[in-house]
């Protein structure tokens, strides 16, 4: 895209834009590159891993890995403006891996105690990288092979490996779920930067109340207070508008309808707010007017002066 060098700041700002936009799930699958080893798309395993990925729009290409049948990962970064003004293509590496082993080979290391110093080879062969184990086909090779290895001795080995390297497993039987995982995976590391992003962005409390979600209230200073107190007791079963507006009017602050509810005491707190009065829909109070009453004064009582988390309204 070619942007009027005679305006620099306007270049900076659509390049700001399409970071922005390059970073959304569905527009980042784009800038992820598979490198599969060829040995991963050996039948029967791999035959659906391409069109998986091609359904992505996820990137690949194939090329011999340090440990054979492994996925490695890595994403171009579009053209970054540098403080030259000039454009840079960067590559980064993503730290995680996917290791294939077929049910057999799976068996054979269990049964000579080798499954762990087996991923720890691969581990080490790819370093900087958290390695996903896939095991294709156990489940059918067993059938065939009947009593070549046991249950209880598979789950411990794959156990061991998840505590001590840190590798999680999954026991596939077709080619479909291979690629179906693959392309899974692919598509969580694709969205990890905006992921980040957006975590990075409601983590802090300030934001978290003022967050464009519907319902939350934006709180600066003291300015939108009421506005959050008055949907803090909307939130109460039973509140409607107009008896929240009516226990404003008596109490125009939280802290001031705390101060009652401790004046009043632990004997008279709960019927603190039964004889408040309700205008009817900004109308004027009339004889026969309505109030809050005894139950629902004793379930916001209860709800503001409670200490015990397991209090039921």
Request: one cysteine or more.
């Amino acid at each position: 895209m070619a942007f009027p060098l005679a305006n620099p700041d306007r270049l900076k700002l659509q390049h700001h834009a399409e970071e922005q936009r390059n970073l959304k799930p569905g527009h980042c699958n784009k800038f992820l590159h598979a490198v599969i080893d060829p040995a991963f798309l050996r039948e029967p395993h791999g035959a659906q891993l391409l069109p998986k990925l091609a359904e992505l729009g996820c990137k690949y290409e194939l090329s011999a890995q340090p440990a054979p049948t492994t996925i490695t990962f890595y994403r171009t970064v579009p053209a970054k403006l540098t403080p030259a003004g000039t454009m840079t293509d960067t590559t980064v590496h993503e730290p995680f891996a996917v290791h294939l082993l077929d049910g057999g080979t799976l068996a054979a290391y269990v049964r000579n105690r080798q499954l762990l110093a087996a991923v720890r080879s691969v581990k080490e062969a790819l370093p900087g990288r958290r390695l996903s184990l896939l095991v294709f086909g156990l489940v059918a090779y067993c059938r065939v092979h009947r009593g070549c290895v046991g249950r209880r001795e598979t789950e411990q080995a794959l156990t061991e490996v998840q505590l001590y390297e840190d590798t999680s497993h999954q026991l596939l039987e077709t080619d479909e779920h291979v690629g179906n995982f693959v392309a899974q995976l692919a598509r969580a590391i694709a969205e990890r930067p905006y992921k980040q992003q957006q975590l990075d962005k409601y983590s802090c409390d300030q934001v978290y109340l003022g967050n464009e979600k519907k319902g939350c209230v934006r709180v600066e200073g003291t300015a939108g207070l009421q506005q959050l107190y008055q949907a803090q007791l909307i939130k109460i079963p039973s509140v409607t508008l107009e008896i929240a507006e009516a226990i404003m009017g008596a109490y125009p602050t939280v802290r001031s309808l705390l101060e009652g509810f401790r004046a009043a005491g632990p004997a008279d707190g709960p019927h603190l707010l039964a004889n408040v009065s309700i205008r009817r829909a900004g109308g004027p109070i009339t004889t026969a007017n309505r109030r809050i009453g005894p139950e629902l004064s004793r379930k916001i009582y209860s709800l503001y002066g409670s200490t015990n988390p397991k209090q039921e309204l």
